[in-house]
């Protein structure tokens, strides 16, 4: 079974998820750690002569140092990039919590040192009706790190999600400040220190713009001791 086991969330889509967790999977393996991850559900898949195919869920097979099917990486794959309880429902298909736990609780039964999951969206990201995807984290107790793009609002989105994570019962492990633009935000320094003073959790990471995103790069700017004392 692995030993530590987190969920990756944002606060908001296009964020950067997939760029930290594949970052937090080089970091991991430059420690020697073995380690897994997975993409439960991913909209905006390309047909391929293989099936469906998401790039994020590809960038994490790579990424991880375990060997997995694309099948156990991203169970759930839906071709329109939108809405996961909107592609599925187009789809005639069911999204639930459950099933979605079972797909992660199979995964984390294997042996490795650290096991990520990449939620899809922001937290309260619709599953269907009456569930969202908090609901995986929440059942299966699971830590979570809190991706935070250095954008203009990102204080208020940031606290908001974690207030959201604390609320639901979990803890947040750590948080990872992501620049998305070539730009660098306007008092970009200040919006560092005031959330590093009330996110009441550990910064692993301040991760800089790249052109090309290389997770192996960005992860040289994290620090993953929080996670694993």
Same mark, same amino acid.
């Given at each position: 079974?692995?030993k530590?086991?987190?969920?990756?969330?944002?606060?908001?889509?296009?964020?950067?998820?997939?760029?930290?967790?594949?970052?937090?999977?080089?970091?991991?393996?430059?420690?020697?750690?073995?380690?897994?991850?997975?993409?439960?559900?991913?909209?905006?898949?390309d047909?391929?002569p293989?099936?469906?195919? %998401? &790039?994020?869920?590809?960038?994490? $097979?790579?990424?991880?140092?375990? #060997?997995? +099917?694309?099948?156990? /990486?991203? =169970?759930?794959?839906?071709?329109?990039?939108?809405?996961?309880?909107?592609?599925?429902?187009?789809?005639?298909?069911?999204?639930?919590?459950?099933?979605?736990?079972?797909f992660?609780?199979?995964l984390?039964?294997?042996?490795?040192?650290?096991?990520?999951?990449?939620?899809?969206?922001?937290?309260?990201?619709?599953? %269907? &009706?009456?569930?969202?995807?908090? $609901?995986?984290?929440r059942?299966? #107790?699971m +830590?979570?790190?809190? /991706?935070? =793009?250095?954008?203009?609002?990102?204080?208020?989105?940031?606290?908001?999600?974690?207030?959201?994570?604390r609320?639901?019962?979990?803890?947040?492990?750590?948080?990872?400040?992501?620049?998305?633009?070539?730009?660098?935000?306007?008092?970009?320094?200040?919006?560092?220190?005031?959330?590093?003073?009330?996110?009441?959790?550990?910064?692993?990471?301040?991760?800089?713009?790249?052109?090309?995103?290389?997770?192996?790069?960005?992860?040289?700017?994290?620090?993953?001791?929080?996670?694993?004392?």
């Amino acid at each position: 079974m692995a030993k530590h086991s987190f969920f990756v969330t944002g606060t908001d889509t296009g964020v950067g998820k997939t760029l930290v967790t594949a970052a937090i999977l080089h970091a991991a393996s430059a420690q020697g750690r073995r380690t897994l991850a997975m993409k439960p559900i991913a909209s905006g898949c390309d047909q391929t002569p293989d099936g469906l195919r %998401n &790039e994020d869920a590809l960038i994490l $097979q790579q990424a991880m140092t375990e #060997t997995l +099917p694309y099948e156990q /990486v991203n =169970p759930i794959a839906m071709a329109p990039a939108i809405a996961p309880h909107v592609a599925a429902r187009q789809a005639g298909r069911q999204l639930t919590a459950q099933r979605l736990v079972g797909f992660c609780r199979g995964l984390q039964m294997r042996p490795a040192d650290l096991f990520l999951v990449e939620g899809a969206g922001g937290w309260r990201v619709p599953l %269907n &009706e009456q569930e969202t995807y908090a $609901q995986v984290p929440r059942e299966m #107790t699971m +830590p979570v790190i809190l /991706v935070v =793009p250095l954008q203009l609002g990102c204080i208020n989105h940031a606290l908001l999600t974690a207030e959201a994570i604390r609320a639901d019962g979990l803890t947040v492990a750590g948080w990872v400040a992501n620049r998305p633009n070539a730009e660098v935000m306007m008092a970009e320094e200040d919006t560092l220190a005031y959330l590093l003073n009330h996110m009441w959790a550990p910064c692993l990471g301040v991760i800089p713009w790249q052109s090309q995103a290389d997770p192996a790069l960005a992860a040289e700017y994290l620090d993953l001791r929080a996670l694993f004392e």
